[in-house]
Structures are given as C-alpha cells and as structure tokens.
C-alpha cells in the first residue's frame, strides 16, 4: 500500500494509474475505521482494479462547539486495516494542503442541505461538499462509495456530482450495526456502558416507526409522536429531530407514500448519534 499526503503527487499517481484504463474505486473516511467502513472497503475492492481510501478528519464539516479536537484518531490501526484489506494507495493529507491559508471558495448545497443534520448543524454540508470536491478533483474516482448512516450527505453527494458535472458512479451501501442494532459510527467509542444502553432506543423507535407503517398506518405525525414517547419512556436523551421525509427529495411527508426516510438524531451524553430506516410503500 502506498501512503501519499501530497495532494499534487497524488493526483500525478493517479493519472498514471487511470491512463492504464484501470476503474479507480474512492472510499473517503475520517479514519478510526469500524466494520462500516470495512463494509465499505471491501465492496470498493471487489469491484474497482486501484484502491484509493483517504483519511482526512476536515475541520469545516465541524462546528465551534462540536468535538474535532477529541474525534478520534487511530492512523497506525487504521493503515494496518486497509493493509489487510488490500487498498492500494492511502490518501491521507494535511490540513494545509487542502484548504491553504487564504482559501476563500467553498461548496454549498442550497436546498437538500438545509434539513435534517443540516438544520441542527449549520455549515456542516458546506465542510462535506467542499472538501469533496476536492478529493473529487484530486482523485478522479469512477466509483465512491459511502454509508446509509449519513443518508442525507449520500443524497447531497449524488446531486453535488450531477449538478457539477462530474463522471463519478455514487454508491450508498447497507449501515452496518452492533449486535445491539446500534448503526456503526467513530463517536460510539465515547459511550460509556450506561450510555450504551440507552442508545437502543434510536433503532427501537425505528423498528417502531417500521412496524406501524406494516400495519397500515401512515400519518407521519402521529408515528412520530409514537416514536418520541418511546425513546423518552426508554432513557433520559435529547432529540435533536425525529423526521420521515420523502427519501429522495427530504421533504416532508404528511402521508407515507413511495420511498420514505425515517431519520433520527440524539444526543446522549453529548454524543450526537444519528441512525435511519427507508421503507418503500407502494402507492
């Protein structure tokens, strides 16, 4: 496995490489890697000829009172993962070379972004997009691929490429969960045992919601209120949003109807966790 931080000698590697008409697959992480990202990698492996994982923790995706300082940090475990895992080249640059002092232009999203985690944290969607364009420019991917967890930036993701203009396939693949159906994130090794216990109530509230909509019922706001009074029965939390949203446009449904988002995020113990379901109902 090759490690390169320079984005300029990136780009050269990879120019070579795409010139041998090889399918350059992307998975873009944050590092301190866990079984979803693996999921992820091993996927890209499977279907791509070069390997590109980047690990880069992009300050603009957080804000002022958000935990950038502390995210966790594992780069001598998270190389020998994708040594074993068979990635080709591990992108893993500093943060002045990819926003040098003075950058001034930035990627916003202005419709897709300003829901869900894009409400509760304002900015964050700008920090995604644009530091994805760069790796975009840089790495000239045919396939990347990311996770249903953060299902909003796979939506932004997809329309940031079509409208942009780009030549990159967006893949979105299955959450992979705890035995304790807690959905896989970097941030669950801040939970403590009795933390840990009371995040079951996001995936219970979302069996909840699933198991309402099998049964026939389809007012949005009454499942909702469903699903809050059992997280609140569950443990003492802060919900950030519970919303069920059409799954392509994220806007909000009054009726269940075709491809839904049932989404939710809280905080317990100052750890934000954010999980989702979609169910299809035929119209």
């Not at 931080?5 to 992307?26: E, H, V, W």
């Not at 780069?75 to 990635?87: H, N, T």
């Not at 519970?242 to 909000?252: C, M, R």
Request: aromatic share 8%.
């Amino acid at each position: 496995m090759i490690t390169i931080k320079s984005p300029q000698k990136a780009r050269q590697l990879i120019a070579k490489t795409k010139a041998k008409g090889l399918c350059l697959g992307f998975v873009p992480t944050m590092g301190a890697l866990h079984r979803g990202h693996l999921s992820l990698i091993r996927k890209a492996r499977a279907e791509s000829d070069f390997l590109i994982v980047s690990i880069f923790v992009n300050p603009l995706q957080f804000g002022p009172k958000e935990d950038f300082r502390k995210y966790p940090r594992k780069i001598k475990q998270d190389r020998a993962s994708l040594l074993k895992e068979g990635v080709d080249l591990l992108f893993f640059p500093e943060s002045a070379a990819i926003y040098p002092e003075g950058a001034s232009v930035f990627v916003y999203e202005d419709r897709l972004s300003k829901v869900l985690c894009g409400k509760s944290r304002p900015g964050h969607f700008k920090g995604v997009s644009t530091v994805l364009v760069k790796f975009f420019n840089i790495i000239n991917p045919d396939i990347a691929y990311f996770g249903q967890k953060d299902y909003q930036q796979g939506v932004i993701v997809k329309k940031l490429v079509a409208d942009l203009n780009y030549n990159i396939k967006i893949k979105i693949l299955p959450i992979i969960r705890e035995d304790d159906n807690l959905a896989m994130s970097s941030r669950n090794v801040y939970l403590d045992d009795k933390a840990r216990i009371k995040s079951r109530c996001i995936y219970q509230s979302l069996a909840l919601a699933r198991n309402l909509i099998r049964k026939g019922r389809r007012d949005t706001d009454k499942i909702i209120l469903e699903m809050t009074q059992l997280i609140r029965s569950k443990a003492r939390v802060k919900i950030d949003y519970i919303q069920i949203l059409d799954a392509n446009s994220l806007t909000k449904l009054n009726l269940i109807n075709g491809k839904t988002l049932i989404a939710v995020a809280i905080y317990i113990d100052n750890v934000r966790l954010i999980d989702n379901i979609i169910i299809n109902v035929k119209k």
